[in-house]
């Protein structure tokens, strides 16, 4: 297993934290973050199940996001252990409330 340098992986975390930050001003969509994933990608969602390979996932990004236009998805911090990110986001509906979730990648 190849093990990237820790500045590679941050540099590419702080790529992600921008776009992210844009689909939420709306200058961007789900389908953007497309560019992270390999060609062979795994993405398991808890309400969708499994969804294999990037045609898919960019096809899945966008299509599970209809109707939540006015849904905020900041997030909180991120940390580092060698190769593994773990992302701590919020979903902050219309009306104010708030949950938290979790991303591994």
């Known amino acids: 297993m190849t093990i990237y340098p820790r500045e590679e992986i941050e540099a590419t ?3 992600y934290i921008a776009l992210r930050e ?3 001003a709306k200058k961007g969509k789900w389908s953007d973050l497309a560019r992270f994933f ?9 309400a969708h199940g ?10 899945f990004l966008d299509a599970s996001m209809v109707g939540l236009d006015d849904w905020l998805f900041p997030i909180e911090f991120t940390a580092v252990n060698g190769n593994d990110v773990a992302v701590k986001w919020l ?3 219309p009306n ?6 979790w991303s591994r990648m």
């Open 13 to 15: 975390i702080a790529e």
């Open 50 to 59: 499994r969804v294999e390979g990037l045609d898919e996932i960019r096809t």
């Open 38 to 46: 390999t060609d062979d990608a795994v993405f398991i969602d808890p």
């Open 96 to 101: 104010g409330t708030r949950q938290s979730g």
């Open 91 to 93: 979903q902050i509906l």
């Open 22 to 24: 844009q689909i939420d």
